[in-house]
C-alpha cells in the first residue's frame, strides 16, 4: 500500500530505493493477449512450437509488455503524495532491454528515487526501475521513468 507523505518528505527520499514489488508471473494467455492488442504476432512471443527452435528455446515477453507493468508494478508501492490527485506518465529518459522475460518466468519491479522537481505546485518525478527476473543475475530491463505528480490544489 502506497505510504501517505509530504512534497518534502519526497525530497528527502531522492537517491534512496523507494519500493520493490511482489513478483509478477507472466505467462503465455497473457503474452498472446498483449500481441492481439498491438497486433504483434512475432513467432518468438506468440508460437510456443515454432520459438523452442529459436535462441531463446521458448516464447518470451514482448519488451513493451515487461515495459507496461510497471505502472502495476509500481502502484503498489509508489509514494503517495499529500495532496496528490493523480499521476502522469511523462515518458522515459532512457530505456534498456537487457535480458528477455521468458514464458512462466516472474518479475518484480524496484524502484530507486533518482530527482523530483516541483514545477508550479506539481512535482515531476525520476525514477530508475529496475525490472527483474526471479532466477536469473541479469534484468529484464532498466529504465529512468518520468512521471508528473498533480497536487489537487494547483490542478487547473
Same mark, same amino acid.
Not at 520493490?20 to 508471473?25: A, E, G, L, N
Not at 514482448?62 to 503498489?76: A, D, E, F, R
Not at 499529500?82 to 518484480?108: A, C, H, W
Not at 536469473?136 to 497536487?151: F, S
Given at each position: 500500500m502506497?505510504?501517505k @507523505?509530504? +512534497?518534502?518528505?519526497?525530497f528527502?527520499?531522492i537517491? &534512496?530505493? =523507494?519500493?520493490?514489488?511482489?513478483w509478477f508471473?507472466?505467462?503465455q494467455?497473457? @503474452?498472446? +493477449?498483449?500481441g492481439?492488442?498491438?497486433?504483434?504476432? &512475432?513467432? =518468438?512471443?506468440t508460437n510456443?512450437?515454432?520459438?523452442k527452435?529459436s535462441?531463446?528455446g521458448?516464447?518470451?515477453?514482448?519488451?513493451?509488455?515487461?515495459?507496461?507493468? =510497471?505502472?502495476?508494478?509500481?502502484n503498489?508501492f509508489?509514494?503517495?503524495?499529500?495532496?496528490?490527485?493523480?499521476v502522469?506518465?511523462?515518458?522515459?529518459?532512457?530505456?534498456?532491454?537487457?535480458?528477455?522475460?521468458?514464458?512462466?518466468?516472474?518479475?518484480r519491479?524496484?524502484?530507486?528515487?533518482l530527482?523530483?522537481?516541483?514545477i508550479?505546485?506539481?512535482?515531476l518525478v525520476?525514477?530508475?526501475?529496475?525490472i527483474e527476473i526471479e532466477?536469473?543475475?541479469?534484468?529484464?530491463?532498466v529504465?529512468?521513468?518520468?512521471?508528473m505528480?498533480?497536487?489537487?490544489?494547483?490542478?487547473?
Amino acid at each position: 500500500m502506497p505510504q501517505k @507523505i509530504t +512534497k518534502k518528505e519526497l525530497f528527502d527520499l531522492i537517491g &534512496q530505493e =523507494i519500493g520493490c514489488s511482489d513478483w509478477f508471473y507472466i505467462n503465455q494467455e497473457r @503474452i498472446n +493477449k498483449f500481441g492481439d492488442v498491438t497486433e504483434d504476432h &512475432q513467432y =518468438i512471443h506468440t508460437n510456443p512450437e515454432k520459438a523452442k527452435d529459436s535462441p531463446f528455446g521458448g516464447t518470451i515477453a514482448h519488451g513493451m509488455l515487461t515495459l507496461s507493468m =510497471i505502472v502495476h508494478l509500481c502502484n503498489k508501492f509508489a509514494p503517495d503524495i499529500d495532496g496528490l490527485q493523480m499521476v502522469i506518465n511523462y515518458g522515459f529518459d532512457k530505456i534498456r532491454f537487457v535480458t528477455p522475460v521468458k514464458v512462466e518466468k516472474s518479475i518484480r519491479a524496484r524502484a530507486l528515487l533518482l530527482e523530483a522537481k516541483e514545477i508550479r505546485g506539481n512535482v515531476l518525478v525520476k525514477t530508475k526501475i529496475t525490472i527483474e527476473i526471479e532466477g536469473e543475475k541479469k534484468p529484464a530491463l532498466v529504465a529512468e521513468w518520468l512521471t508528473m505528480h498533480v497536487i489537487a490544489t494547483t490542478f487547473v
